[in-house]
């Protein structure tokens, strides 16, 4: 069991697997089979290399922000959420997890919902934010993997399908969708994006003059954008504060760090390139045999190219919303909820470019703005419902996960085991409902 776990909790080893079976599944010869799975797990591979890169530079921009401007408070970060989850309920949760990726594809090749949800590291964190609610609800360990996992398996298919009818508009495809789990935060930007739609350019559109043209390339925009940023916290921050983190001098530090994070988008977008190239045509072998028509949900990388001014004009405005909504606790003297700032660069740039995409840039800016300050206050309720359980000094951060287990968490607090178990049971049959509907009514695509 522990090497079915340690091997199917590596994002990249699914990547190379989903490979594996669509190659067998269209009768490939065993050399292309394998080259197509092993580049298939080196560009996940690099793509979590260039994940490494951003996070550990947003990770120290965090700390000097913090420092800058004295806060003290809770910092949201999924990883440190699971952390606490793992060292509690760590069996329960990876069994939730592998069972979940099960039933999300019976109830793909069962339901019209084909969507397969490729990002296994997000599901994995699903199954840890789920594990929670059946403990708070009483659950026993067999409960909880049989009830856990059947919530998690609709959640791979749903929430891919909420966020198709903007995936559609962004990249033009009908057979690619989207896995993350700040989705509803996306969908939200959306739906605030089209207040816009006739009103407001894409924000990709912008028209630098001649003499800032190199602002177009990407690489060198978002690279100068956060050596501002990190020179100025740096600046608040002080010596004693970047020795912390380094013996060099405080702007050539800051400088560097800005690179590295650009790098490593670059070193990003590079592993997403060599993952689509394997796993797009594999994709075909996999549904149409597993499968039929199924679509793929990409890990959320597949929208970081060409949306340069899309990312970092969220970022800024879910970060500011963030702040604002951390000084409206500090004005009302609840529990201050630091601004991540790992969650408002890539939640806040995903928000973007949904906002973007139905609304230009009214929607690029309006909707990480509002997802920010949502998003600052939400934590406060999963604190309230789970602080039994360690989370007094951090929460998950991103919308999915805050959202599903504040509300199944109200239910499994307020009420007794077995009306938690019906909801879920309710939850799971909903898309054989769905499907039965729509193929009555001959609406089934």
Not at 16 to 45: M, Y
Not at 270 to 294: D, H, Q, W
Not at 359 to 376: C, H, Q, S, W
Request: charged fraction near 10%.
């Amino acid at each position: 069991m522990r090497f079915l776990s340690d091997l199917l909790g590596q994002p990249a080893v699914i990547a190379g697997l989903v490979v594996l079976l669509g190659l067998i599944a269209l009768k490939k010869p065993g050399t292309e089979i394998i080259k197509g799975s092993i580049r298939a797990i080196l560009g996940f591979v690099v793509l979590l290399a260039g994940t490494t890169l951003i996070v550990g530079t947003l990770s120290n921009f965090g700390k000097l922000f913090e420092s800058a401007f004295s806060m003290q408070g809770i910092i949201p970060s999924n990883e440190a959420a699971i952390s606490i989850i793992l060292a509690k309920y760590g069996s329960v949760a990876t069994f939730i997890f592998v069972a979940g990726l099960i039933l999300n594809v019976i109830l793909a090749r069962l339901t019209k919902y084909k969507y397969i949800f490729l990002a296994s590291d997000h599901a994995f964190y699903m199954a840890c934010a789920i594990t929670p609610v059946m403990m708070l609800a009483g659950f026993n360990t067999i409960e909880s993997i049989i009830f856990g996992s059947l919530l998690l398996g609709v959640i791979l298919c749903i929430m891919p399908a909420i966020a198709h009818p903007t995936m559609k508009i962004i990249t033009g495809k009908e057979n690619e969708s989207f896995a993350h789990f700040g989705t509803l935060g996306y969908w939200f930007s959306a739906q605030i994006g089209k207040l816009f739609r006739e009103k407001s350019k894409s924000i990709e559109e912008i028209e630098f003059p001649k003499s800032l043209a190199f602002l177009q390339d990407s690489n060198v925009s978002v690279s100068l954008v956060m050596t501002i940023l990190f020179f100025i916290v740096a600046v608040i921050s002080g010596p004693s504060e970047i020795a912390k983190l380094t013996n060099m001098n405080l702007y050539v530090w800051a400088f560097l760090q800005a690179i590295e994070f650009s790098a490593g988008i670059i070193v990003l977008l590079t592993g997403v390139n060599m993952l689509l190239e394997e796993i797009t045509p594999a994709f075909k072998g996999f549904s149409s045999r597993i499968v039929p028509n199924a679509i793929p949900a990409y890990p959320f990388a597949i929208l970081f190219k060409g949306t340069s001014n899309a990312l970092l004009a969220g970022f800024l405005s879910s970060l500011l919303g963030g702040i604002v909504g951390m000084l409206i606790q500090i004005l009302m003297g609840t529990v201050v909820i630091l601004p991540g700032i790992v969650f408002h660069f890539f939640c806040g740039g995903l928000s973007a470019i949904f906002g973007n995409a139905t609304g230009g840039r009214k929607g690029a800016l309006i909707g990480p703005f509002i997802n920010g300050i949502i998003m600052t206050f939400l934590p406060i309720l999963f604190i309230n419902l789970f602080g039994q359980f360690g989370f007094l000094a951090t929460t998950f951060s991103d919308s999915d996960f805050l959202f599903i287990d504040t509300i199944l968490g109200s239910i499994a607090a307020s009420t007794n085991k077995v009306v938690l178990m019906a909801t879920i049971l309710v939850i799971f049959i909903s898309p054989f409902i769905m499907t039965l509907i729509d193929k009555k009514n001959g609406s089934l695509k």
